[in-house]
């Protein structure tokens, strides 16, 4: 007898033919990719922006140095040395002072010259009649600007009492002299730690600028 045929795992002997199972799909999320990293710009762009920036900066700071030596050094360098009476034209008078550092006059003269002398006391502005020296002994008008917290208080300690006179000025000022020999007249205003010395060698004359209201810090 001819030998059996062999069974396979395709076919049956009573049947159709069996389909091979098939792997069941995972039901599991898979996970998104992972996003690629951000390319950085060219390299021109990055050092094109770097430049400005520091150019900027170099600006910014030029500025800022054309500024201070605005502020500290004035605009033509008018300095006062310490002690030395040194000419001064209004104009230079005004680049000297400023609000910080104010100095008070009775504004530019009329004929003669204006004598500047700083010293650790305060500023002194002279008014010297044409032909005087710098420097010279002899008294002219001067008006003095001292630097002294609690100036106003001071002056009103010396009003009223006995061989002093007072008068009250504008923005509340206090004008206090010595009658004798009254050739001073002191100025102070509150909330202001400046104190005004106006001095003639005549006493009315002393007197009368003092309250005249011509004494003002030089614009």
């Known amino acids: ?21 098939t792997a069941k799909r995972s039901t599991e999320p898979v996970p998104p ?3 690629t990293p951000a390319q950085p ?3 021109s762009r990055l050092t094109t922006g770097t430049a400005l920036v520091v150019v900027l900066v170099a600006l910014a700071l030029v ?3 054309v500024g201070v030596i605005r502020i500290v050094g004035g605009n033509d360098g008018f300095s006062l040395k310490s ?35 700083r010293t650790p006391k305060g500023v002194y502005v002279r008014y010297l009649p044409p032909g005087v020296k710098l420097g010279a002994p002899a008294r002219y008008t001067t008006i003095a600007t001292y630097p002294l917290r609690g100036a106003y ?7 009223g009492r006995p061989g002093f006179g007072t008068a009250h ?10 009658k004798s020999p009254g050739t001073s007249v002191y100025i102070a205003y509150p909330r202001k730690a400046y104190l005004i010395e106006v001095y003639d060698p005549s006493p009315v004359k002393a007197r009368s600028l003092a309250i005249s209201g011509l004494v003002v810090p030089v614009p």
């Open 63 to 65: 500025l800022a140095v």
């Open 41 to 43: 710009p060219p390299a």
């Open 153 to 159: 208080a001071s002056l009103r300690r010396s009003a």
């Open 169 to 178: 000025l504008a923005k509340r000022a206090l004008a206090v002299w010595r």
């Open 83 to 117: 002690g030395v009476p040194t000419e001064a034209s209004p104009g230079q008078l005004r680049d000297y002072a400023s609000p910080s550092r104010p100095v008070y006059w009775v504004g530019p003269p009329q004929n003669g010259r204006l004598e500047v002398t």
């Open 1 to 21: 007898m001819p030998p059996k045929p062999k069974r396979t795992g395709s076919r049956s002997a009573n049947g159709p033919e069996r389909k091979p199972r």
């Open 33 to 35: 990719p992972r996003p």
